[in-house]
């Protein structure tokens, strides 16, 4: 089925729901998000895999830059990062419907209800490179954005 959006860049991932693929103007369309906006885990999790979905053509591999971005976690607890876990890649294989990307829960020192930090898909316009895939357009469904908390395991004096 044809979607009516010929320029649209968000697409609501509830539209796209053929696994052969709807398109736009003739193109093969794919949408990807994340399956939850929202992640908690205790502070001693290390590091958690955080599943994201594709939903529409899923006859190409498909591949999608993501990033972090600190909310309220110790700087120097998030600057100690490995770069592997603030920025990469979700990889779809072919046929592939779900793919995770691991993230390292902060463990901060500091006395805190929760420990926040935010991943984000980049954004459709950054991503030149990767919009057409094989033939087939990606697009972000609603979901780009993840908020990862990391819960204080001691309990307040």
């Not at 600190?70 to 603030?86: K, M, P, T």
């Not at 984000?120 to 908020?147: F, K, M, S, W």
């Amino acid at each position: 089925p044809a979607l009516d959006c010929p320029d649209a860049s968000v697409v609501p991932s509830r539209a796209l729901g053929s696994p052969r693929g709807p398109s736009i103007k003739g193109m093969r369309i794919a949408c990807l998000e994340f399956v939850t906006k929202e992640v908690a885990c205790h502070e001693d999790t290390g590091v958690v895999s955080v599943p994201l979905r594709r939903v529409g053509d899923l006859s190409q591999t498909l591949r999608w830059p993501w990033h972090t971005k600190n909310g309220n976690v110790a700087q120097h607890i998030f600057d100690e990062f490995e770069d592997r876990y603030l920025t990469g890649e979700v990889f779809f294989d072919v046929g592939e419907e779900t793919a995770t990307i691991d993230l390292r829960v902060p463990k901060d020192p500091a006395w805190n209800a929760e420990s926040l930090f935010w991943v984000y898909l980049a954004p459709q316009a950054e991503c030149n490179d990767y919009a057409d895939q094989g033939g087939t357009r990606v697009l972000l469904g609603d979901n780009t954005t993840l908020a990862v908390y990391s819960l204080n395991l001691i309990s307040f004096p």
